[in-house]
Protein backbone atom coordinates (compact mmCIF):
# COMPACT_ATOMS: atom_id res chain seq x y z
CA UNK A 1 0.00 0.00 0.00
CA UNK A 2 2.87 2.31 0.93
CA UNK A 3 4.12 2.25 -2.71
CA UNK A 4 0.81 3.17 -4.08
CA UNK A 5 0.34 6.35 -1.49
CA UNK A 6 4.04 7.10 -2.89
CA UNK A 7 2.95 6.78 -6.84
CA UNK A 8 -0.01 8.81 -6.25
CA UNK A 9 1.12 12.10 -7.81
CA UNK A 10 2.43 9.58 -11.33
CA UNK A 11 -1.35 8.20 -11.25
CA UNK A 12 -3.24 11.40 -10.50
CA UNK A 13 -1.34 13.03 -13.56
CA UNK A 14 -2.23 9.91 -15.42
CA UNK A 15 -5.69 10.35 -14.79
CA UNK A 16 -5.80 13.72 -15.87
CA UNK A 17 -5.60 12.33 -19.60
CA UNK A 18 -8.56 10.26 -18.78
CA UNK A 19 -11.02 10.54 -21.63
CA UNK A 20 -14.77 10.43 -21.06
CA UNK A 21 -16.80 8.71 -23.30
CA UNK A 22 -20.12 8.57 -24.18
CA UNK A 23 -22.35 11.22 -24.48
CA UNK A 24 -24.87 13.40 -22.45
CA UNK A 25 -28.73 13.50 -23.36
CA UNK A 26 -29.37 16.18 -21.23
CA UNK A 27 -26.84 18.82 -20.49
CA UNK A 28 -30.19 21.40 -18.63
CA UNK A 29 -29.03 19.99 -14.71
CA UNK A 30 -30.91 21.31 -12.10
CA UNK A 31 -29.57 18.70 -9.60
CA UNK A 32 -27.00 16.74 -8.96
CA UNK A 33 -26.91 13.37 -7.02
CA UNK A 34 -23.01 12.02 -6.19
CA UNK A 35 -23.70 8.21 -5.46
CA UNK A 36 -20.73 5.80 -4.25
CA UNK A 37 -19.23 3.91 -0.92
CA UNK A 38 -16.39 3.81 0.75
CA UNK A 39 -13.03 4.44 -1.01
CA UNK A 40 -15.45 5.25 -3.94
CA UNK A 41 -17.81 6.83 -1.89
CA UNK A 42 -15.21 9.51 -0.15
CA UNK A 43 -14.94 11.25 -3.88
CA UNK A 44 -18.88 12.42 -3.22
CA UNK A 45 -17.63 14.18 -0.29
CA UNK A 46 -14.55 15.86 -1.77
CA UNK A 47 -16.29 16.87 -4.66
CA UNK A 48 -19.08 18.47 -2.55
CA UNK A 49 -17.15 20.39 -0.26
CA UNK A 50 -15.14 21.90 -3.48
CA UNK A 51 -18.29 22.54 -4.78
CA UNK A 52 -20.58 23.71 -1.54
CA UNK A 53 -19.54 27.75 -1.87
CA UNK A 54 -20.04 28.01 -5.59
CA UNK A 55 -22.04 25.43 -7.40
CA UNK A 56 -25.51 26.91 -8.29
CA UNK A 57 -27.54 23.92 -8.28
CA UNK A 58 -28.09 21.58 -4.76
CA UNK A 59 -25.89 18.87 -4.41
CA UNK A 60 -26.81 15.55 -2.22
CA UNK A 61 -24.49 12.62 -1.62
CA UNK A 62 -26.33 9.24 -1.84
CA UNK A 63 -24.46 6.48 -0.11
CA UNK A 64 -27.37 4.02 0.03
CA UNK A 65 -29.31 1.62 -1.77
CA UNK A 66 -32.33 4.06 -2.75
CA UNK A 67 -32.27 7.34 -4.60
CA UNK A 68 -34.17 10.67 -2.97
CA UNK A 69 -37.74 11.00 -4.27
CA UNK A 70 -37.60 13.69 -6.39
CA UNK A 71 -34.52 12.19 -8.10
CA UNK A 72 -36.08 13.18 -12.56
CA UNK A 73 -35.04 14.48 -15.77
CA UNK A 74 -32.76 17.21 -14.78
CA UNK A 75 -31.02 15.41 -12.24
CA UNK A 76 -27.67 14.00 -12.91
CA UNK A 77 -27.10 11.40 -11.20
CA UNK A 78 -23.33 10.38 -10.92
CA UNK A 79 -22.18 6.67 -9.73
CA UNK A 80 -18.39 6.50 -8.79
CA UNK A 81 -17.37 2.73 -7.92
CA UNK A 82 -13.84 1.42 -8.13
CA UNK A 83 -15.26 -1.77 -9.10
CA UNK A 84 -18.12 -1.32 -10.83
CA UNK A 85 -20.07 -3.60 -8.73
CA UNK A 86 -21.05 -2.14 -5.05
CA UNK A 87 -24.51 -2.98 -5.17
CA UNK A 88 -25.47 0.25 -3.37
CA UNK A 89 -24.05 2.44 -5.87
CA UNK A 90 -25.88 -0.07 -8.82
CA UNK A 91 -28.81 -0.03 -7.08
CA UNK A 92 -29.16 3.49 -6.65
CA UNK A 93 -27.65 3.86 -10.93
CA UNK A 94 -30.35 1.69 -11.85
CA UNK A 95 -33.54 2.96 -10.24
CA UNK A 96 -32.42 6.94 -10.80
CA UNK A 97 -32.26 5.30 -14.49
CA UNK A 98 -36.11 4.02 -14.09
CA UNK A 99 -36.67 7.88 -12.88
CA UNK A 100 -35.54 9.21 -15.88
CA UNK A 101 -32.59 10.71 -14.33
CA UNK A 102 -29.24 11.45 -16.33
CA UNK A 103 -26.42 9.84 -15.54
CA UNK A 104 -22.83 9.32 -15.37
CA UNK A 105 -20.61 7.01 -13.88
CA UNK A 106 -16.50 6.60 -13.23
CA UNK A 107 -15.03 3.31 -12.67
CA UNK A 108 -12.65 0.67 -13.37
CA UNK A 109 -15.11 -1.74 -14.99
CA UNK A 110 -18.15 -4.27 -13.92
CA UNK A 111 -21.45 -3.74 -13.83
CA UNK A 112 -21.81 0.05 -13.94
CA UNK A 113 -19.02 0.07 -17.09
CA UNK A 114 -21.27 -2.33 -18.96
CA UNK A 115 -24.32 -0.25 -18.43
CA UNK A 116 -22.67 3.08 -19.20
CA UNK A 117 -21.24 1.39 -22.56
CA UNK A 118 -24.56 -0.10 -23.57
CA UNK A 119 -26.48 3.02 -22.97
CA UNK A 120 -24.04 5.54 -24.43
CA UNK A 121 -23.71 6.81 -20.77
CA UNK A 122 -21.39 9.42 -20.48
CA UNK A 123 -18.26 7.59 -18.51
CA UNK A 124 -14.68 7.54 -17.68
CA UNK A 125 -12.78 4.25 -17.25
CA UNK A 126 -9.94 4.34 -14.94
CA UNK A 127 -6.91 1.99 -13.87
CA UNK A 128 -8.15 -1.34 -12.51
CA UNK A 129 -5.60 -3.54 -10.11
CA UNK A 130 -5.54 -1.26 -7.16
CA UNK A 131 -7.45 -1.54 -4.05
CA UNK A 132 -10.55 0.94 -4.09
CA UNK A 133 -9.56 3.58 -1.35
CA UNK A 134 -5.67 3.56 -3.02
CA UNK A 135 -7.11 5.22 -6.25
CA UNK A 136 -8.53 8.08 -4.44
CA UNK A 137 -6.64 10.73 -7.02
CA UNK A 138 -7.98 9.00 -10.43
CA UNK A 139 -11.43 8.63 -8.87
CA UNK A 140 -11.39 11.98 -7.89
CA UNK A 141 -9.89 13.32 -11.28
CA UNK A 142 -12.16 10.96 -13.16
CA UNK A 143 -14.73 12.42 -11.50
CA UNK A 144 -14.26 16.30 -12.02
CA UNK A 145 -13.99 14.91 -15.75
CA UNK A 146 -17.08 13.33 -16.65
CA UNK A 147 -19.08 16.73 -14.25
CA UNK A 148 -17.01 18.79 -16.77
CA UNK A 149 -19.18 17.55 -20.10
CA UNK A 150 -22.65 18.55 -17.82
CA UNK A 151 -20.60 22.23 -17.31
CA UNK A 152 -20.38 21.57 -13.58
CA UNK A 153 -16.52 22.47 -12.56
CA UNK A 154 -14.92 20.95 -9.59
CA UNK A 155 -11.24 22.54 -10.40
CA UNK A 156 -10.56 24.47 -13.23
CA UNK A 157 -6.77 23.49 -13.42
CA UNK A 158 -6.87 19.51 -12.63
CA UNK A 159 -3.19 19.35 -13.78
CA UNK A 160 -2.04 21.69 -11.48
CA UNK A 161 -4.20 20.88 -8.46
CA UNK A 162 -2.34 17.45 -8.57
CA UNK A 163 1.05 19.31 -7.91
CA UNK A 164 0.71 18.99 -4.27
CA UNK A 165 1.16 15.33 -4.46
CA UNK A 166 4.64 15.57 -5.39
CA UNK A 167 5.57 16.76 -1.63
CA UNK A 168 6.53 13.20 -0.79
CA UNK A 169 9.24 13.46 1.59
CA UNK A 170 7.14 15.86 3.61
CA UNK A 171 3.91 14.10 3.78
CA UNK A 172 5.77 10.67 4.61
CA UNK A 173 7.99 12.34 7.50
CA UNK A 174 4.86 13.98 8.80
CA UNK A 175 2.72 10.45 8.61
CA UNK A 176 5.51 8.39 10.45
CA UNK A 177 5.14 10.87 13.25
CA UNK A 178 1.51 10.90 12.95
CA UNK A 179 1.48 6.96 13.17
CA UNK A 180 3.70 6.86 16.77
CA UNK A 181 1.33 9.30 18.21
CA UNK A 182 -1.88 7.38 16.84
CA UNK A 183 -0.74 3.69 17.26
CA UNK A 184 -2.76 1.43 19.75
CA UNK A 185 -5.42 4.30 20.55
CA UNK A 186 -8.57 5.09 19.50
CA UNK A 187 -8.51 8.55 17.23
CA UNK A 188 -10.56 11.31 17.17
CA UNK A 189 -10.58 13.05 14.28
CA UNK A 190 -11.53 16.51 14.45
CA UNK A 191 -11.87 19.12 11.30
CA UNK A 192 -14.88 22.33 10.50
CA UNK A 193 -17.69 21.52 8.00
CA UNK A 194 -15.44 22.43 4.94
CA UNK A 195 -12.80 19.79 5.14
CA UNK A 196 -15.49 17.29 6.76
CA UNK A 197 -14.53 15.02 3.84
CA UNK A 198 -10.80 14.71 5.03
CA UNK A 199 -11.55 13.90 8.61
CA UNK A 200 -13.87 11.13 6.80
CA UNK A 201 -11.07 9.91 5.05
CA UNK A 202 -8.58 10.12 7.82
CA UNK A 203 -10.94 7.80 9.76
CA UNK A 204 -11.60 5.27 6.80
CA UNK A 205 -7.97 4.59 6.06
CA UNK A 206 -7.27 4.02 9.79
CA UNK A 207 -10.06 1.60 9.89
CA UNK A 208 -9.70 -0.21 6.73
CA UNK A 209 -5.39 -0.23 6.56
CA UNK A 210 -4.96 0.23 10.20
CA UNK A 211 -7.80 -2.08 11.36
CA UNK A 212 -8.31 0.46 13.91
CA UNK A 213 -11.63 2.07 15.18
CA UNK A 214 -12.18 5.74 14.85
CA UNK A 215 -14.53 8.03 14.89
CA UNK A 216 -14.95 11.76 13.75
CA UNK A 217 -16.17 15.51 15.06
CA UNK A 218 -17.24 18.09 12.64
CA UNK A 219 -17.02 21.70 14.04
CA UNK A 220 -18.93 23.80 14.68
CA UNK A 221 -22.22 20.91 15.19
CA UNK A 222 -18.93 19.03 17.80
CA UNK A 223 -19.74 22.42 20.23
CA UNK A 224 -22.83 21.52 20.49
CA UNK A 225 -23.21 17.99 22.08
CA UNK A 226 -19.80 15.97 21.73
CA UNK A 227 -18.11 19.16 23.51
CA UNK A 228 -19.66 18.43 26.79
CA UNK A 229 -18.62 14.52 26.48
CA UNK A 230 -14.84 15.88 27.08
CA UNK A 231 -15.73 16.85 30.71
CA UNK A 232 -15.79 13.76 31.70
CA UNK A 233 -13.86 11.15 29.46
CA UNK A 234 -14.47 7.63 30.06
CA UNK A 235 -10.52 6.73 29.33
CA UNK A 236 -8.44 9.57 28.36
CA UNK A 237 -5.26 8.04 27.90
CA UNK A 238 -6.61 5.69 25.31
CA UNK A 239 -7.68 8.94 23.32
CA UNK A 240 -6.26 11.07 20.80
CA UNK A 241 -7.14 13.73 19.10
CA UNK A 242 -6.14 14.72 15.40
CA UNK A 243 -7.25 18.24 14.50
CA UNK A 244 -7.17 19.19 10.54
CA UNK A 245 -6.34 22.91 10.26
CA UNK A 246 -7.99 25.11 8.72
CA UNK A 247 -7.89 29.32 8.53
CA UNK A 248 -10.73 28.95 11.01
CA UNK A 249 -10.94 30.37 14.72
CA UNK A 250 -13.61 27.88 15.94
CA UNK A 251 -10.66 25.37 15.55
CA UNK A 252 -8.44 28.00 17.97
CA UNK A 253 -11.24 27.57 19.92
CA UNK A 254 -11.55 23.90 19.62
CA UNK A 255 -8.09 23.22 20.11
CA UNK A 256 -7.96 25.19 23.43
CA UNK A 257 -10.90 23.47 24.69
CA UNK A 258 -9.42 20.03 23.70
CA UNK A 259 -6.15 20.89 25.79
CA UNK A 260 -7.46 22.04 28.82
CA UNK A 261 -9.15 18.39 29.04
CA UNK A 262 -6.10 16.91 29.12
CA UNK A 263 -6.35 14.77 25.92
CA UNK A 264 -3.07 13.86 23.66
CA UNK A 265 -3.78 16.26 21.04
CA UNK A 266 -2.20 16.97 17.26
CA UNK A 267 -2.33 19.73 14.34
CA UNK A 268 -2.28 18.60 10.83
CA UNK A 269 -2.31 21.68 8.78
CA UNK A 270 -2.10 20.32 4.82
CA UNK A 271 -0.30 22.56 2.48
CA UNK A 272 -2.72 23.72 -0.69
CA UNK A 273 -3.90 26.71 -2.51
CA UNK A 274 -7.31 25.62 -2.35
CA UNK A 275 -9.61 22.74 -0.62
CA UNK A 276 -8.95 20.22 -3.42
CA UNK A 277 -5.42 20.49 -2.99
CA UNK A 278 -5.47 20.52 0.61
CA UNK A 279 -8.07 17.54 1.00
CA UNK A 280 -5.32 15.37 -1.87
CA UNK A 281 -1.99 16.10 0.36
CA UNK A 282 -4.04 15.26 3.73
CA UNK A 283 -5.79 11.96 1.85
CA UNK A 284 -1.76 11.17 1.13
CA UNK A 285 -0.82 11.86 4.70
CA UNK A 286 -3.79 9.66 6.24
CA UNK A 287 -2.81 6.84 3.47
CA UNK A 288 0.65 7.04 4.64
CA UNK A 289 -0.17 7.47 8.33
CA UNK A 290 -2.51 4.34 8.28
CA UNK A 291 -0.03 2.17 6.60
CA UNK A 292 2.70 2.62 9.18
CA UNK A 293 0.44 1.91 12.18
CA UNK A 294 -0.27 -0.88 10.03
CA UNK A 295 3.42 -2.18 10.03
CA UNK A 296 3.02 -0.73 14.06
CA UNK A 297 0.33 -3.25 14.83
CA UNK A 298 1.45 -5.92 12.92
CA UNK A 299 -1.49 -6.00 10.41
CA UNK A 300 -2.07 -6.15 6.40
CA UNK A 301 -2.64 -2.68 5.17
CA UNK A 302 -4.19 -4.40 1.89
CA UNK A 303 -6.62 -6.92 3.45
CA UNK A 304 -10.23 -5.66 4.40
CA UNK A 305 -11.54 -9.35 5.06
CA UNK A 306 -14.66 -7.77 6.90
CA UNK A 307 -16.05 -6.05 3.80
CA UNK A 308 -15.78 -8.78 1.82
CA UNK A 309 -18.03 -11.16 4.62
CA UNK A 310 -20.59 -7.92 4.34
CA UNK A 311 -20.34 -8.11 0.66
CA UNK A 312 -20.72 -11.87 0.66
CA UNK A 313 -24.14 -11.32 2.66
CA UNK A 314 -25.68 -8.74 0.21
CA UNK A 315 -24.82 -10.86 -2.87
CA UNK A 316 -28.05 -12.38 -3.75
CA UNK A 317 -30.36 -11.27 -1.07
CA UNK A 318 -33.39 -9.02 -1.88
CA UNK A 319 -33.02 -5.69 -0.02
CA UNK A 320 -36.25 -3.91 1.47
CA UNK A 321 -36.78 -0.47 -0.04
CA UNK A 322 -35.54 2.16 2.19
C1 LIG B 1 -11.62 -0.92 -0.36
C2 LIG B 1 -12.41 0.20 0.04
C3 LIG B 1 -13.90 0.03 0.21
C4 LIG B 1 -14.61 0.11 -1.14
C5 LIG B 1 -16.11 -0.03 -0.97
C6 LIG B 1 -16.89 0.17 -2.26
O1 LIG B 1 -10.34 -0.45 -0.68
O2 LIG B 1 -11.88 1.24 0.23
O3 LIG B 1 -14.34 1.04 1.08
O4 LIG B 1 -14.30 1.31 -1.77
O5 LIG B 1 -16.42 -1.29 -0.46
O6 LIG B 1 -16.36 -0.57 -3.30
P1 LIG B 1 -16.08 0.15 -4.69
O7 LIG B 1 -15.13 1.25 -4.40
O8 LIG B 1 -15.50 -0.89 -5.57
O9 LIG B 1 -17.41 0.63 -5.16
Request: net charge negative.
Given at each position: ???????????????V????????????????????????????????????GK????????K????P???????L????????N?L??????????????????V?????????????????VV???????????P??????????????????????????????????????????????????????????????????????????????????????H???????????????????L????P????????????????R??N????????????????????????A????????????????????????????
Open positions: MELIYLNWYELALNAKYEVLGTPRNRDIRKLVLTGMGGSGIVCDAVYAAMYSKIPITIVDFQPGWVDPTTVCGISYSGTETLSNVSKSLEMGAELCVSSGGSLIEMAESGGIPHIDGGLPPRAAFQLLIATAKVLSTYGIIVHDDLEGVVEILKSVDTAVATSKELAEFLNESIPIIISNTRYYPLALRFKDELNENSKMIAKIEIIPEWANDIVGWEKPVNIDIIRALVWDDDLLEFAVDYLKGSGVKLVLPPGNDILSRILYGSLVAGLTSTYVELRGVKAEETKSIEKYKDFLRGRALPAR
